[in-house]
């Protein structure tokens, strides 16, 4: 029996959308209020799905424990409370929009978790906006 079970965390970060390969007019276009030169930030929320069969043994598809500490190792630690665009090496060029973050934590996760399972992370950064990885269909 195949099933998926979800966990939720929850980071505050900073960052700002440039592009260093533009003009500061173009960058203020193209990203605008994302753009403070100052740097702004977001809470965002986090869902992790891990698909897989059901252990007959456990009854469990995977240790929700064990994924709790792999997204507290992995993500928040790295993230909560960052400027990610300087204290995250990931992004030191990579613009660190809402795609690339949930990317990366997607990377990051899937890394730490068994290849039997299916992994996908959706990441909220407004309580509007979110994005997922691997798209849905």
Same mark, same amino acid.
């Given at each position: 029996?195949?099933?998926?079970?979800?966990?939720?965390?929850?980071?505050?970060?900073?960052?700002?959308?440039?592009?260093?390969?533009?003009?500061?007019?173009?960058?203020?276009?193209?990203?605008?209020?994302?753009?403070?030169?100052?740097?702004?930030?977001?809470? %965002?929320?986090?869902?992790?799905?891990?698909?897989?069969?059901?252990?007959?043994?456990?009854? %469990?598809?995977?240790?929700?424990?064990?994924?709790?500490?792999?997204?507290?190792?992995?993500?928040?630690?790295?993230?909560?409370?960052?400027?990610?665009?300087?204290?995250?090496?990931?992004?030191?060029?990579?613009?660190?929009?809402?795609?690339?973050?949930? %990317?990366?934590? %997607?990377?990051?996760?899937?890394?730490?978790?068994?290849?039997?399972?299916?992994?996908?992370?959706?990441?909220?950064?407004?309580?509007?906006?979110?994005?997922?990885?691997?798209?849905?269909?």
């Amino acid at each position: 029996m195949r099933l998926s079970v979800f966990r939720r965390a929850h980071f505050n970060a900073a960052h700002r959308l440039f592009n260093p390969g533009w003009s500061d007019e173009k960058n203020q276009k193209v990203f605008g209020l994302c753009n403070n030169p100052h740097f702004h930030g977001h809470n %965002y929320e986090l869902e992790v799905r891990i698909t897989g069969e059901v252990n007959p043994d456990t009854g %469990y598809v995977y240790d929700l424990g064990k994924l709790k500490e792999i997204i507290r190792s992995r993500v928040e630690e790295k993230f909560d409370h960052k400027n990610l665009n300087v204290e995250v090496e990931e992004f030191k060029n990579l613009i660190p929009t809402a795609e690339h973050i949930c %990317y990366v934590i %997607y990377t990051l996760l899937r890394n730490e978790i068994e290849p039997d399972y299916e992994v996908s992370v959706k990441l909220w950064e407004t309580p509007r906006n979110y994005v997922c990885f691997p798209a849905e269909g």
